[in-house]
């Protein structure tokens, strides 16, 4: 997860980091996370293929 403040730009933080998380294709999920500072004003979730 990024998140990014009011000027747009990334908030440095210790929580971006890849997070195992298995799904399977086509499957709803759901997952809870806080921000790292009240500044915060968006946030981007990255998804990707597991490596093998």
Known sequence: MEWFGMDG???PTVMTR???????E???FS???VAP???VKDFRVIIRKAQQ
């Open 9 to 11: 730009m990334l908030v």
């Open 18 to 24: 890849w997070v195992k998380f298995p799904v399977f």
């Open 26 to 28: 086509k499957s709803s």
């Open 31 to 33: 997952f809870r996370a």
């Open 37 to 39: 500072k009240a500044a």
